[in-house]
């Protein structure tokens, strides 16, 4: 029997070969799936130097223009001056950033899916007999956030909303993770990780492995819509971020991703991955120059987040014209309490006190490269199991439904109020895009 796929003479504490590596790859790499509305798909990380520019943050001064790998800088960052590079888009190729459905073809915030590579290390656990397959996958662009806003039960009528916080949450280039683990006395996979954000999940052991969905024995993945997060299966998940106060008055609003499955991207394919390193520093192969930059990959931008005239009216039209069939109550306590923190939130999101309050969550700057994000690059990744389905509230009990259905007509002159009161408040401080 082949030895490579039976598993014989492979001792838990002794690296892989690269052959044997080059092999697993190409069995257990997992299948990703993109959203069927995506735009911003990945690329390799020449094909993005080939379009971007390198800064100096210093003076914002250009260092090279579509530099070659070999021109960027190396080594770790200077603790005084810690962004002192970044890389950012070529402007006279990418032009102003547009709304996803409005960006054209040629825009290189879209990527190049048909070239497109994720890059492999392979973690060695000699504890466990195991080796770590880190897929790392490199966006030139992450869209903007998604919010999910519903109303408390209450005896409200159901009615929720998908609103897009463009233009926040958008930013130049994203580094995203997903990891099988491969056993050493099987040769097969004994958990998978995937990264989401500031966080991540893990899918331990043959019971949660056998949850996991197989195309053609191959795992799949998702990767949620314009954040390029990466879920195990196709589903709504709220993020780290509720917003309490909105909860208290009436209403739950949340970021969230999405993910649903569209076009697929099979990292099994050997034109789709490319191995580049691993945690023994085989000699056979050494790393490549782009790795020890140790600047942004995307554009220094740490004050991003805020709102736009644009959600504010999009806000607007929903209140309007679909929860005006919510209780008299409910609305006028809960609109017009949101109305005044919509409306401070506004006015403090894109200056400088908002960035003090926010903190990373109003930081849109591009990340740092694999090398540097040490406790993944390390396999240490401190992810949890993925949380239990929770489905959203339900429509209310019918009684309260029926008794919503007879206050709509009083309920239509104090929203539209409310509303005009939204526009007043908020609108005058905040930016059109």
């Known amino acids: 029997m082949d030895e490579m796929h039976a598993g014989a003479g492979v001792p838990g504490d002794r690296p892989l070969e690269l052959y044997q590596l080059a092999d697993l790859i190409t069995r257990h790499a997992p299948l990703i799936y993109f959203h069927p509305e995506e735009a911003y798909f990945p690329s390799t990380f020449d094909w993005y130097l080939a379009q971007a520019v390198l800064i100096d943050g210093r003076d914002q001064s250009v260092v090279a223009r579509h530099p070659a790998p070999q021109d960027l800088p190396t080594g770790p960052a200077d603790p005084q001056e810690p962004d002192r590079y970044w890389l950012t888009l070529d402007r006279d190729l990418a032009g102003p950033a547009l709304e996803p459905h409005q960006a054209p073809p040629s825009d290189p915030r879209r990527g190049n899916l048909a070239q497109a590579k994720a890059y492999v290390r392979a973690v060695h656990h000699p504890d466990i007999g195991a080796t770590d397959l880190q897929f790392w996958m490199f966006y030139p662009y992450d869209g903007p956030g998604l919010a999910r806003l519903r109303p408390v039960e209450l005896g409200a009528t159901r009615c929720d909303h998908l609103l897009s916080l463009w233009p926040g949450g958008m930013h130049e280039a994203d580094w995203e993770l997903a990891v099988v683990r491969i056993d050493h006395a099987t040769l097969q996979p004994s958990a998978v990780f995937t990264s989401q954000h500031k966080d991540g999940d893990a899918h331990l052991g043959p019971q949660a492995l056998a949850r996991l969905e197989r195309e053609q024995g191959r795992i799949r993945l998702y990767s949620s819509l314009y954040g390029h997060a990466t879920y195990a299966h196709a589903e709504e998940r709220k993020l780290f971020y509720t917003w309490k106060p909105v909860l208290l008055i009436g209403m739950e609003l949340g970021l969230v991703d999405q993910t649903r499955p569209g076009q697929s991207w099979n990292l099994g394919d050997p034109q789709n991955h490319e191995l580049i390193s691993t945690s023994w520093h085989d000699p056979a192969l050494p790393e490549p120059s782009w790795l020890q930059f140790s600047g942004r990959w995307g554009a220094l931008d740490k ?99 029926s008794f919503t259905g007879l206050t709509n007509l009083a309920c239509r002159v104090p929203v539209k109020l409310v509303s005009a009161a939204l526009g007043l408040i908020a609108l005058p401080f905040l930016p059109k895009t």
Do not use: C
């Not at 306590?333 to 939130?345: D, E, K, M, R």
């Open 303 to 401: 004050a991003g987040g805020r709102f736009t005239r644009r959600f504010v009216d999009a806000l607007k039209a929903l209140l309007e014209g679909h929860m005006a069939t919510s209780v008299l109550v409910l609305h006028v306590l809960t609109l017009g309490l949101s109305a005044l923190l919509f409306a401070f939130a506004a006015l403090i999101l894109g200056g400088k006190l908002g960035t003090r309050l926010l903190g990373s969550a109003a930081d849109n700057s591009g990340p740092l490269g694999p090398r540097w994000q040490a406790h993944k690059w390390n396999g240490t990744y401190g992810f949890t199991g993925p949380p239990a389905a929770r489905e959203w509230r339900s429509d209310g009990h019918p009684l309260a439904r």
